[in-house]
């Protein structure tokens, strides 16, 4: 118990920067999902295209790949070449590549609305957001809450991968305190820290749900 306790306060300190990096990406690729979502139905041939390109490439290659390209590749391409720091490299390639898989989520949500429900809406004189937003995203919201709750907690520990940029998320100094005392207490002690968070994504999720169920039809 002695060992485990003083491994604790460097096991915190990790869990910090995988929370940053969940919480970070989730403000910023659930409202990018929504509109690449949006963008993806639009008539605009061209736009679509482009979106359906956006979503193939980054669901098509592996999240490791495009975290490695973003932060090694980046500043060696012409003209537009930078170099990010190691936190917002990570960042940019979780953010990008969540939001391409929540765009789908949505985009089948939003499909699946009866269209007879777009044109009472204009029979009552709605516009087009007031009808998304009054009629359709609460029903929408309903219908993904599963699979965006599968997402989520999949995001929880796609977080590990930022060990290949050396930052000290949870499982790098996990690993790190295991190699330092030869003792592989810390990778139990790191998983009840990850299931922890997935019990709590879970129960927050099932509180969702319950709210959003009065759209059962």
């Known amino acids: 118990m002695d060992y485990i306790l003083g491994i604790l ?41 482009a979106v359906g390109v956006y979503i193939w490439l980054f669901r098509g290659t592996p999240l490791m790949l495009q975290l490695l390209f973003i932060y090694f590749g980046l500043p060696f391409l012409p003209y537009i070449g930078v170099r990010l720091p190691d936190f917002p490299a990570a960042l940019l390639a979780f953010v990008l590549n969540y939001a391409a898989y929540f765009a789908e989520i949505f985009r089948a949500g939003i499909q699946s609305i009866d269209r007879g429900q ?37 995001l929880v520990k796609d977080t590990s991968l930022i060990y290949v940029l050396a930052m000290n998320d949870l499982l790098r100094t996990t690993r790190a305190l295991v190699q330092r ?11 009840v820290f990850y299931l922890l ?15 959003y169920a009065v759209y059962d039809e």
């Open 118 to 154: 777009y044109e009472g809406a204009r029979v009552l004189g709605m516009t087009y957001i007031q009808t998304m937003r009054r009629i359709v995203l609460p029903q929408v919201i309903k219908r993904v809450l599963p699979p965006v709750s599968n997402e989520t907690i999949t």
């Open 9 to 49: 306060p460097s096991l915190l300190a990790g869990t910090v920067v995988t929370l940053q990096m969940f919480f970070a990406t989730i403000i910023l690729a659930l409202p990018l999902g929504l509109l690449l979502a949006l963008a993806r139905i639009s008539r605009w041939r061209a736009l679509s295209g």
């Open 181 to 191: 005392d030869f003792n592989t207490t810390p990778f139990i002690v790191a998983a």
């Open 197 to 211: 968070m997935t019990l709590a994504l879970t129960w927050i999720f099932q509180k969702l749900e319950q709210k």
